[in-house]
């Protein structure tokens, strides 16, 4: 189904509205901390605003629906997880990395390990990061592809313009004040979607013939949830793009309800995905499941409703990739870039910063466009495996900082990624790559302080312990 003239001008409309109110209020950024951290002006709004822009992507909907076209209700565990782990980072987290004063995730760990373990840590968080935006890019170009009836080159080159004018000039700020707009919008849409969904699904007399197991919240069994709640709540609380809108709070406390403010918005904005999705599977089979909730928007929303719904969506994924894209440029630029050219200059890091947005934004395009039949959550999932390397040293390195010996931490991180990056694809293990991975960082310490005991006399060791 195509898109119409009137959903066409509400849906461009709508993107134009959102991206403009960013670009306008960060209208008079000029530093590299403006752009990155706002200053550390932000209220909790803008916080909230922040993260929502990010995590509420290509995943968290479309994704969604994607899988729920499969396998029903249990698809919703993937933003249960997504509000688990925004409500443990605001209990755990918040106050810690706020007042730590960093402006990067390795910032805190340099300051714990020594400054050996920033590279590493620095390149294994942009690569999680990485094939999270890919999650986003690939649902963004097949409905821009579709909308416009474009190929996926063209739609590639148009979505490129959209996450560079969405982040390129506004930086945190403009991606906080649009991400919070877009929030409320795509809320509003999302309750409009979930209610004509549900009165479509009553009448429909068997669903689970369409979907077997599909109103079984463990449809796909037990460890399935419980591994995609425990990797998103771990694969978000080390993710720099979240730890970043934290570091721009104004204080500790306009951190915190940030964060309990994006995890009561993303608990259930899964459920409006799933319920048009398993609509759309019983009413409509032939629909490709990745344009499942485009496409129910299209057919059932009045038309003026399904323009603006569009327009969020596709602002959803544009937010989602530019907030992960930010997220790379600064880790890249403030613990690389910064180091190996030896740049100081505020004016300087501003432009390094915005020229690695270009880099990331290219690069991520490229290689979405090169595994388009890919399923959307495997990204999400391998993203958070690929942290499984950094979340245990991030944590010790706020509570127990002298658990580790400086000198193995590195190692105990590329362990860690390494065996959660190859659990499948090489190691074909069942058991979930994010564990495997911990296991790894845990056996790592104990092998550390085993061999740490040995070369230090009782009284020395005392000494460190304390």
Known sequence: MSVTLIQM?????????????????ARKIRSAEGFSLNGRRASAGMVAGAIAGSCIGGGATIGTSQMAFSFGFSAWWFTIGIGTGFLFMGLFFARRFRESGSETITQLLIN???????????????????F????????????????????????GAILFFLIIVYIYFGGIKGASVSGLFKSVILWLMLTVIGYTASKGLHEVKDIEYFIPRGLDMFGQGYWQPLETVISMSAGLLCAQNYAQAIFSARDVKAARIGCFAASALSFPVGIPCVLASMYMKSMHPEVTPIMALPEFIMRYLPEPLAGIALGVLIIALISSIAGLTLGISTLLTRDIWTRVFRITESGKILRTNRLTVILISVLTITFSLCNLESQILTWNILALALRAGIFIPLVLALYRPKLIPPAWAVPAMLAGTL????ARPVLHSTVPPLFLGFAAVIIMIVIARILNRKTLSPSVEKAVER
């Not at 001008?9 to 959102?18: C, E, K, N, P, Q």
């Not at 714990?112 to 990061?129: E, F, L, N, Q, R």
């Not at 065996?419 to 190859?422: E, F, I, K, M, S």
């Open 9 to 25: 001008v509400m849906m461009v409309a709508t993107i134009s509205l959102i991206i403009g109110a960013g670009i306008w209020s």
């Open 112 to 130: 714990t390990y020594g400054s050996g373990s920033g590279p590493v840590a620095s390149v294994i968080s942009s690569s999680g990061i990485f």
């Open 132 to 155: 999270a935006a890919v999650a986003s890019v690939l649902p963004a170009i097949y409905l821009i592809s579709h909308l416009m009836d474009i190929n996926i080159y063209a739609a």
């Open 419 to 422: 065996v959660a990056g190859l």
